[in-house]
């Protein structure tokens, strides 16, 4: 783990200056600053393993490192042209409102560093307990570098919990100087937000054969379009007589300049079925694009911003090339241009490290959660709406070998609504161990994300996968399907050693569900359509909503039986009855985490740390 | 407010010895105990204001005050016949089992003190943050006084949140000596529970009028009968003539020795409707018991265990006496006799204290919460079942005068299955104030007790009242009514002005009702009669209980339109519409309270304080 950031006394050329102040508390408590002035060379990069950009521009750069020992992230933030300051901190879903905030201003003379948090309308607000503790301010050519550390957790209800999964950072520009912290208008400010997986996982990296080889599938010059969004699509393929390999690491190719443009980028095979695919080089939702590429949805690699390389455990393999398996591949890259600039080029895609030696297991992906259908549906207006999906343990004893798999990686998917995910693993009816979780999930931020540890499944155990939605600004029900404004919830886990099992995912049984539009229909003297040609969607569409007929919707998911997907592909089901399955009883939950707070100092005044900046100007 | 038990220093025959250890932490953390050796003069009682004793016996005597401004509870208990120690703490509802203890232990030679709990199994742990602090240990002719003292809230998952409302209290005394905490086998001990108000509130007293009188209604001289539980009952009478008078204060009046068996007593004052009342003096359960004595249910005041006197504000009495108002009284007591004495004589009960010089108010008591009918049931095995009653902005718009009237004291109602009981005013749609909690009410131990603070309720206020129901022992629904195995969720608030509003209750629409039960027989397949011979109760108890039929349920009374009881008295409801009513709705909850962790000095070490009480024996 790295975290020298923490130990800037390490470095020989170091400058401290030490600030012990008494303010406010009757207790008598120091604040002890150190305001370090790194000169002459610049922070290793590797000090800080991980960077994102904050802003389309590019302005904002953000470092940081994860101590897991200290339970604390290390942030090196880089502003390259200093205003007159700047808010950077980490909200719910990057919201200004309610958001935890380490603030650096100047009144054009003097310059401040505090902890600060913003109440429901936006209002600054110095905190009571300095959590965000600046370690270090230093000028270098490129611009100002702030050092600071933020433990995940805090104990103090202003600040936010770091956690796994999604965080949503957030940050200000101050272009204008300010005399005082609650003199700062927010909403005034150029400011954005950027989504991040904050704690990244502390693996080790495995050992990589000699005989490891690398291909690039970048899209060739690529006119980035003046546009917010593009999806674009590019085909490639493997030579032909390409034989079986393991994929056991990939990582990003970003073209230099485009780092804040290019959000994610996937590469997909394509199917095994047609023996060709055309070429092609275009916007993925261009009219031009050829029908059969929709065939090409078989994930090799994913990455988003933020996300460093992909690698396979050292047992196993992302098996591609041999024969039974597609040549031909498609790469898909998500250009972000909010600030629609034109006539931007880009070769960015992703390096594929294969090797023929292949590895003891092949890597499997297996799809847990929802089944596609209109039958699991959210109210319209809800703001935390909860939906699940099981994998079940006649399905697991079933398709799962006696020596189990091992998970390792895990891909969330929800369209628009989603707002959290979790996969939690159940044996014997007691919860045992969270698979995934993210509960600031965003359809926006999806990655393959490697798991802290490695997870196995047994037969007879079972994954149970809940998604919570968020409806609030809908007016009619949004039922499960595959178009945007339908939902899904997904856990595509990666595992090995690869078995027949691809899809592990339920839904509730349409029988129960037409008695539960019976119901409704009686209970508020309404005439919802029986007959069998309106479709279950019309039906849903046309419920009046109360909190009674949302209230019964909840209890019938709870309680109706399931129709489960036990499948080998999308289509096959493994043999046995998978209608009106029971529902999995859980009679142990997992205990809620409890935030352990950081050790004494203990509070901290609520006061501003000078920085020495020299004067800042227009 | 008294908390000179945390300043043994401020009397002048104090011998004081300050013990400074480190132990284990790395911090350096200070564990200082005083063992504090009060020679001579006992504690003064008004040090510790409220008294209970512990035990039946009467060999544990718990006194204590609380500091609102340290938000710390000082506890002096007194063990009259110290054998090998004891322990003594607190339990959500009294068990031994995740309990909050402190413990005093000796092996013969040597004694310990000790902040521990326990754990799922009632096996002892010592507590890695000792909150129990150790004050002092003193010897006396009457037995050992321990002094220690103990924070509303620790912020340690393992303590206790000591809040408003009930606090179980729990206690067992070691027989043989024992080396460790570790052990002591709690199952094995001589042991038990004792129910008190711990956060007395903090209220000056009125002023005492110099023409009060006093008037003690007591049972004379009956022997308690040999059995656990005893209700008595006993008829008196006012003087011919007596005018009208203000109670303005009542005290218990307890015989000196029967301090433990006498749990609570009530005055009620009879029917004005009759002109006479027969004498009695017996059980309240015989078949001895005149009628008639049902008629006297009207509350004059009502003690019990732990309680002191009762003050009315200063603005208001209690009106008894007068034409239109009877002259007979019924004192009924609650002998709780667990050890099955024989033969032993009692004369408590209640004294009055009244004036005629009026107040300048009639304080009235109104009643709050559910109608007592059928409509409102628990399903069987349910842990937290919620039930909630009403009293309306319409309700209060019409029947409460402009200037509002003032909550001043609140007793809470419910039958055996009642676990939590809270009500909270809401304005405009948001929640405002908690008029009173108890999320630890016990049926078992029900008081008026005065406010903290006096709320204030206006015209348009709505006034929610809702209980929790365990019904995880019953095996069929639990319906309202009267019956000791039906519920009821009541709280009699007491207030002035007095208003005709006696009775602002509500009940789910009998026509809702009606809907659920044909829905629930749809869903479920079932038959169950709907003709109207077969009452409510019947219905409930015929349905198939599953987690549907009980959600539901749940659903319905979150959203049926309400019948409201807006009553001058029991049978007269004020002129209007007042079936059908939509449930109010609310928009802002109050928020959670965040408990006040102590100040540091942090986390000490989970070390006994040895304590010098010289050899103990069997």
């Known amino acids: 783990m790295q975290n020298s950031g923490s130990k ?20 008598a408590a120091f604040l002890v600053i150190l305001v370090v002035a790194l000169q002459g060379s610049a922070p290793r990069g590797s000090d800080f393993p991980y960077k994102v950009p904050l802003d389309p521009q590019g302005l904002l750069e953000l470092s940081w ?13 880089l502003i390259r042209e200093l205003r007159f300051g700047l808010l950077f901190g980490m909200s719910d879903r990057g919201e200004f409102e309610n958001a935890d905030l380490a603030v650096l201003w100047s009144d054009g003379h003097n310059s401040y560093f505090g902890d600060a948090w913003s109440d429901a309308k936006g209002q600054l607000h110095m905190d009571s307990q300095q959590d965000y503790q600046l370690l270090g301010a230093r000028r270098a050519p490129e611009g100002l570098y702030l050092l600071f550390r933020r433990a995940f957790s805090t104990c103090d209800p202003k600040d936010y919990l770091i956690e796994d999964g999604t965080v949503h950072l957030i940050y200000g520009i101050l272009d204008t100087p300010v005399h005082s912290l609650q003199a700062i208008n927010v909403s005034a400010l150029h400011r954005g937000l950027q989504r991040v997986q904050l704690l990244k996982p502390n693996i080790s990296i495995p050992e990589l054969p000699s005989d490891m080889k690398s291909m690039e599938i970048t899209a060739p010059d690529v006119v980035i379009p003046s546009q917010e969004t593009t999806y674009w699509c590019y085909m490639s393929e493997l030579p032909e007589g390409f034989p079986k390999h393991h994929i056991i690491m990939y990582e990003p190719v970003v073209t230099a300049g485009n780092e804040a443009l290019v959000h994610h980028m996937e590469v997909f095979q394509c199917a095994a079925q047609f023996d060709s695919f055309p070429h092609y080089n275009g916007p993925c939702d261009s009219k031009m694009k050829p029908e059969r590429l929709n065939y090409c949805r078989h994930v090799l690699a994913a990455w988003a911003m933020g996300a460093q390389a992909f690698y396979y455990p050292e047992e196993a393999g992302l098996a591609f090339g041999g024969p039974g398996s597609s040549r031909y591949l498609r790469l898909e890259i998500h250009y972000h241009n909010p600030l629609v600039f034109q006539g931007r080029r880009d070769s960015s895609g992703i390096r594929l490290y294969y090797t023929a030696s292949l590895r003891r297991h092949d890597a499997g992906i297996m799809e847990l959660g929802l089944v596609y259908t209109p039958v699991m549906a959210i109210p319209p207006g809800e703001e935390a709406f909860v939906l699940t999906g099981y994998c079940t343990d006649k399905c697991t004893q079933l398709a799962l070998p006696a020596a189990g798999i091992h998970i390792f990686a895990s891909q969330l998917h929800t369209h628009l609504a989603g707002r959290k995910v979790v996969t939690v693993l159940s044996r014997d009816g007691r919860e045992r161990q969270v698979v995934n979780s993210d509960g600031h999930y965003s359809p926006h931020f999806q990655e393959i994300r490697m798991l802290k540890e490695v997870v196995a499944v047994f037969p007879g155990d079972e994954l149970i996968t809940t998604c919570t939605y968020n409806t609030e600004d809908r007016s009619r029900a949004t039922v499960g399907g595959f178009g945007i404004l339908e939902e899904m919830c997904v856990n595509y886990v990666h595992y090995y050693p690869q078995t027949q099992l691809e899809l592990c995912k339920s839904a509730v049984d349409p029988g129960y569900l037409h008695r539960y539009f019976n119901l409704v229909n009686r209970f508020n003297d309404e005439e919802i359509c029986m007959c069998p040609q309106v479709s279950v969607p019309q039906q849903f569409y046309s419920i009046p909503w109360n909190t009674f007929n949302r209230d019964v919707l909840k209890s019938l998911y709870d309680f109706a039986p399931i129709s489960m997907h036990c499948n080998k592909s999308s289509a096959v089901r493994f043999p046995g009855e998978w209608e009106k399955q029971p529902l999995p009883s859980i009679t142990e939950r997992l205990p809620e985490p409890v935030p352990r707070c950081p050790p004494a100092p203990g509070p901290q005044p609520a006061a501003p740390v000078p920085l020495n900046l020299g004067r800042l100007r227009r």
Chains 1, 2 share one sequence.
């Open 8 to 27: 800037p006394c390490s470095c020989p050329s170091l400058k401290l200056r030490e600030v012990a102040s008494m303010y406010f508390t009757l207790v």
């Open 65 to 77: 490192n994860v101590s897991y020992p200290e339970q604390a992230v290390h942030f090196q933030l």
